[in-house]
Protein backbone atom coordinates (compact mmCIF):
# COMPACT_ATOMS: atom_id res chain seq x y z
CA UNK A 1 0.00 0.00 0.00
CA UNK A 2 1.32 3.30 -0.79
CA UNK A 3 1.60 6.50 1.27
CA UNK A 4 0.02 9.56 0.06
CA UNK A 5 3.35 12.26 -0.07
CA UNK A 6 0.27 14.90 1.15
CA UNK A 7 0.05 13.41 4.56
CA UNK A 8 3.51 14.03 4.95
CA UNK A 9 4.28 17.18 7.71
CA UNK A 10 7.28 18.09 5.77
CA UNK A 11 5.79 18.27 2.42
CA UNK A 12 2.66 20.00 3.95
CA UNK A 13 5.12 22.76 5.72
CA UNK A 14 7.00 23.05 2.51
CA UNK A 15 3.40 23.62 0.32
CA UNK A 16 2.92 26.51 3.38
CA UNK A 17 5.86 28.12 2.94
CA UNK A 18 6.23 28.14 -0.34
CA UNK A 19 2.60 30.01 -0.60
CA UNK A 20 3.74 32.15 2.32
CA UNK A 21 6.56 33.40 0.34
CA UNK A 22 4.70 34.22 -2.84
CA UNK A 23 2.24 36.03 -0.45
CA UNK A 24 4.66 38.17 1.33
CA UNK A 25 6.29 38.30 -2.31
CA UNK A 26 2.91 40.51 -3.16
CA UNK A 27 3.02 43.01 -0.71
CA UNK A 28 6.59 43.75 -0.90
CA UNK A 29 6.47 43.91 -4.22
CA UNK A 30 3.21 46.34 -4.10
CA UNK A 31 4.67 48.49 -1.64
CA UNK A 32 7.72 48.80 -3.31
CA UNK A 33 5.77 50.32 -6.39
CA UNK A 34 3.59 52.10 -4.33
CA UNK A 35 6.35 53.75 -1.93
CA UNK A 36 4.17 52.64 0.96
CA UNK A 37 5.30 50.89 3.96
CA UNK A 38 5.05 46.54 3.27
CA UNK A 39 3.56 46.71 7.23
CA UNK A 40 0.93 48.97 6.74
CA UNK A 41 -0.38 47.63 3.16
CA UNK A 42 -0.51 44.40 4.90
CA UNK A 43 -2.76 45.35 7.37
CA UNK A 44 -4.92 46.97 4.79
CA UNK A 45 -4.86 44.07 3.22
CA UNK A 46 -5.88 41.65 6.14
CA UNK A 47 -8.71 44.52 7.32
CA UNK A 48 -10.22 44.64 3.53
CA UNK A 49 -10.20 40.89 2.93
CA UNK A 50 -11.10 39.77 6.38
CA UNK A 51 -8.71 36.69 6.07
CA UNK A 52 -5.15 36.76 8.44
CA UNK A 53 -2.08 36.52 6.48
CA UNK A 54 -0.16 33.02 7.40
CA UNK A 55 2.00 33.27 10.20
CA UNK A 56 4.98 32.69 7.89
CA UNK A 57 3.94 35.23 5.86
CA UNK A 58 3.91 38.04 8.17
CA UNK A 59 7.10 36.98 9.83
CA UNK A 60 8.71 37.60 5.78
CA UNK A 61 6.99 41.09 5.33
CA UNK A 62 7.86 42.08 9.02
CA UNK A 63 11.68 41.14 9.01
CA UNK A 64 12.42 42.20 5.67
CA UNK A 65 11.20 45.53 6.74
CA UNK A 66 13.02 45.66 9.56
CA UNK A 67 15.93 44.40 8.37
CA UNK A 68 15.91 46.13 4.85
CA UNK A 69 18.36 48.61 5.17
CA UNK A 70 21.27 45.67 5.91
CA UNK A 71 19.53 43.50 3.42
CA UNK A 72 19.79 46.26 0.87
CA UNK A 73 23.46 46.89 1.55
CA UNK A 74 23.96 43.53 0.75
CA UNK A 75 22.42 43.12 -2.02
CA UNK A 76 24.14 46.36 -3.14
CA UNK A 77 27.25 45.25 -2.19
CA UNK A 78 27.44 41.57 -3.56
CA UNK A 79 25.52 42.58 -7.07
CA UNK A 80 28.37 42.88 -9.40
CA UNK A 81 27.39 45.27 -11.47
CA UNK A 82 24.04 45.39 -10.74
CA UNK A 83 22.43 48.65 -8.46
CA UNK A 84 19.38 48.15 -6.70
CA UNK A 85 17.33 50.68 -8.79
CA UNK A 86 18.28 48.75 -12.01
CA UNK A 87 17.11 45.38 -10.74
CA UNK A 88 13.60 43.91 -11.76
CA UNK A 89 11.57 45.14 -8.51
CA UNK A 90 10.30 41.48 -8.07
CA UNK A 91 14.00 40.45 -8.35
CA UNK A 92 14.41 42.79 -5.75
CA UNK A 93 12.45 41.71 -3.52
CA UNK A 94 12.58 38.18 -4.40
CA UNK A 95 15.78 38.48 -3.17
CA UNK A 96 15.30 40.71 0.01
CA UNK A 97 13.01 37.54 0.93
CA UNK A 98 15.76 34.80 0.47
CA UNK A 99 18.56 37.07 1.86
CA UNK A 100 16.34 37.57 5.33
CA UNK A 101 15.75 33.62 5.14
CA UNK A 102 19.76 33.09 4.85
CA UNK A 103 20.80 35.68 7.51
CA UNK A 104 18.30 35.69 9.77
CA UNK A 105 16.04 32.65 9.93
CA UNK A 106 18.05 29.89 11.22
CA UNK A 107 14.96 27.19 10.67
CA UNK A 108 15.22 27.66 7.05
CA UNK A 109 18.04 26.06 5.51
CA UNK A 110 20.35 28.11 2.58
CA UNK A 111 19.57 25.64 0.20
CA UNK A 112 15.96 25.88 0.69
CA UNK A 113 15.70 29.70 1.13
CA UNK A 114 18.21 29.29 -2.44
CA UNK A 115 15.73 27.15 -3.78
CA UNK A 116 12.65 29.09 -3.39
CA UNK A 117 13.75 32.08 -4.35
CA UNK A 118 15.20 30.62 -7.92
CA UNK A 119 11.48 28.91 -7.85
CA UNK A 120 9.67 31.92 -7.53
CA UNK A 121 12.22 33.96 -10.45
CA UNK A 122 11.33 31.05 -12.70
CA UNK A 123 7.92 31.58 -12.58
CA UNK A 124 7.12 34.99 -11.84
CA UNK A 125 10.49 37.10 -13.85
CA UNK A 126 12.59 37.21 -16.94
CA UNK A 127 14.47 33.91 -18.37
CA UNK A 128 17.92 35.74 -17.02
CA UNK A 129 16.63 36.29 -13.40
CA UNK A 130 17.19 32.49 -12.20
CA UNK A 131 21.04 32.81 -13.19
CA UNK A 132 21.33 36.15 -11.80
CA UNK A 133 19.30 35.66 -8.38
CA UNK A 134 21.35 31.87 -8.22
CA UNK A 135 24.95 33.56 -8.42
CA UNK A 136 24.00 36.39 -5.95
CA UNK A 137 22.55 34.09 -3.62
CA UNK A 138 25.37 32.23 -3.63
CA UNK A 139 27.70 34.42 -3.42
CA UNK A 140 26.01 35.77 -0.02
CA UNK A 141 25.43 32.21 1.31
CA UNK A 142 29.75 32.26 1.06
CA UNK A 143 29.89 35.13 2.74
CA UNK A 144 27.33 34.30 5.89
CA UNK A 145 29.76 31.13 6.13
CA UNK A 146 32.57 33.19 6.58
Request: hydrophobic share 40%; charged share 30%.
Amino acid sequence: MSQDSTADPKWKRSSTRRKARKRALDILYEADIRGTDPETLLRTRVERSGAPLSDYATILVEGVREQQARIDDLLSTYAEGWTLARMPVVDRNILRIAVFELMWRDDIPDVVAIDEAVSLSKELSTDDSPNFINGLLGRLQLVKEL
